[in-house]
C-alpha cells in the first residue's frame, strides 16, 4: 500500500480546439497542461478533471491515447507519462422540483467509454454539452441512477459555498430534500470549511470527506488536496478508499484554513465588509449580506465531531504566503522538483540555505496552524498576515 496525493475538481479552460469549456477557467488550463502541471511542479499523483463530458475533450483524451500518451488502466483511470492518473469527471448543475436552489455535483467514471456514455445521455438534459457545470434540465435522483448504471462516482460539489451548492441554496435542513443519500460517495467540504466545522451537521457523518482545489487556473491546482492510501491509483482503488473497504482510506485532508475561503463569514455583497451583528454595511451602506459558511453550519449544527476522521491539516498553498513569490518559489523547485516535497519534506535547516528566514517561519506556521489570517467572505479570500 502507498499514499498519493489525489486532487479531483480541476477544470478545463479550454479544449484543444481554443474553445472555452469553463468560460471563467484561464485559457492555459488546457487538459494537456492540467497533466504536464500535476506531475510537475505540483507533484499530484491522480487528478480528477471535471470537465470530460465535453465531446471536445472526450476526442482529445481518445487522441492522447492514440499517441501513447494516455493508457487505460484495467481497474480504472488513465495513466499519463506514466506518473499522473486521470480520472474523467463531469460537474452538473441541477436545479429540481425539490431543490431551494441550484446545486453543483460531479460524477466521475472509469473509462473514456463510461464519460462518454454519460455525455451522450447528458447532452438531452442541457443547453450546451461543450461548456463546463451546465444545468441538467433531469431530476437529482435521476442523474444519480445514471451515475450509478454506468460505473461512475456521485459527490456533491463545495457543499457550504453560499452559491450553487448543496447546503448554500439547494436544500432548506437536509440532502434527503433533494438526493438519495445512499447514491452519494463521498462529500467535498470547498474552501470555506473544515472537518470540525462539516461534523456538526450528523447526516454527513457517514460520508467521506473531500478537499480538492476546484482549480480555474493551473496555478490554483493543488491548493486542497487529500493524502489516500492505495494499492495503486487507480479508479477502484479510489472508490475503496472512499467506502473504506480493505483498508484503502483518505489518510488526511489537506485544505485551506476555513478563514482563507471566500465565503467563511457573513460579509457585504457589495464591499466584502464584515457583516456586523445588526444593520446594514458600516462601510458602505448597503443592506445586502452573504451568508457565510460557518454561519450556515451553525443554523444546521446537531452535533459534533465524528470519531476516528482522518485529520485535517490546514496546508497553506505556497503562493498565499507574503514575499513567496515566483523567483523564490523557482529556487525551492530546483532543489525539490514538486511543491508536494516542499510542503511535505522539505527541513527547516536545508531551507534556509534557499531562501529568507522570514519565508522559513511562513512556511513552518503554515504546517503548525498557527499561521495568523484575516477571515474572506462575500467572494474575497481571506489573506495571511505579515
Keep these: 500500500m502507498n499514499t498519493y496525493y489525489v486532487d479531483l475538481h480541476i477544470h478545463i479552460g479550454r479544449d484543444f480546439y481554443g474553445r472555452p469549456v469553463k468560460i471563467t477557467g484561464a485559457e492555459s488550463l488546457t487538459l494537456e497542461n492540467v497533466l504536464k502541471f500535476a506531475e510537475r511542479p505540483k507533484g499530484i499523483d491522480m487528478v480528477g ?28 483511470g488513465l495513466l499519463y507519462n506514466n506518473s499522473v492518473t486521470l480520472i474523467p469527471g463531469a460537474e452538473i448543475e441541477i436545479y429540481d422540483q425539490n431543490c431551494k436552489g441550484p446545486i453543483h455535483v460531479l460524477a466521475y467514471f472509469p473509462t473514456l467509454q463510461l464519460m462518454r456514455g454519460f455525455s451522450d445521455w447528458l447532452a438531452d438534459f442541457v443547453t450546451n454539452i461543450h461548456l463546463s457545470s451546465q444545468r441538467a434540465y433531469v431530476s437529482a435522483i435521476s442523474l444519480q441512477k445514471k451515475v450509478k448504471e454506468l460505473e461512475g462516482l456521485f459527490i456533491p460539489a463545495h457543499v457550504f459555498t453560499p452559491f450553487k451548492s448543496l447546503y448554500g441554496k439547494g436544500v432548506e435542513k437536509s440532502l434527503k430534500e433533494v438526493l438519495d443519500p445512499e ?14 466545522m462539516a461534523d456538526k451537521i450528523s447526516e454527513l457523518h457517514p460520508y467521506t470527506y473531500l478537499t480538492n482545489s476546484d482549480a480555474h487556473s493551473l496555478g490554483k491546482i493543488g491548493r486542497e488536496y487529500q493524502a489516500i492510501r492505495m494499492a495503486e491509483p487507480t479508479f477502484k482503488e479510489l472508490e475503496w478508499a472512499l467506502g473504506g473497504k480493505a483498508k484503502r482510506k483518505v489518510e488526511v485532508n489537506y485544505g485551506l484554513n476555513p478563514l482563507l475561503g471566500k465565503y467563511h463569514e457573513t460579509a457585504c455583497a457589495k464591499c466584502s465588509e464584515p457583516w456586523p451583528v445588526q444593520g446594514g454595511c458600516q462601510k ?19 452535533s459534533e465531531r465524528k470519531p476516528g476522521r482522518p485529520r485535517y491539516i490546514h496546508q497553506v498553498p505556497l503562493d498565499f504566503l507574503p514575499g513567496l513569490g515566483p523567483k523564490t518559489l523557482q529556487k525551492l523547485l530546483m532543489v525539490y522538483k514538486t ?7 522539505s527541513k527547516r535547516e536545508d531551507l534556509l540555505e534557499i531562501i529568507p528566514e522570514r519565508i522559513v517561519n511562513l512556511i513552518m506556521a503554515a504546517r503548525s496552524g498557527t499561521l495568523k489570517i484575516a477571515a474572506g467572505g462575500a467572494g474575497r479570500y481571506g489573506k495571511v498576515k505579515r
Aim: aromatic share 0%; net charge negative; with cysteine.
Design 49 to 76: 478533471v471535471i470537465d470530460c463530458h465535453s465531446p471536445n475533450v472526450i476526442q482529445e483524451i481518445n487522441l492522447l491515447i492514440e499517441s501513447g500518451e494516455l493508457r487505460q488502466l484495467q481497474e480504472g
Design 284 to 302: 458602505c451602506g448597503s443592506s445586502s449580506s452573504v451568508k457565510g459558511v460557518s454561519n450556515r453550519i451553525a443554523e444546521l449544527a446537531d
Design 183 to 196: 447514491m452519494i460517495d463521498g462529500v467535498e467540504l470547498g474552501l470555506s470549511a473544515d472537518t470540525s
Design 339 to 345: 511543491e508536494m516535497a516542499i510542503l511535505h519534506d
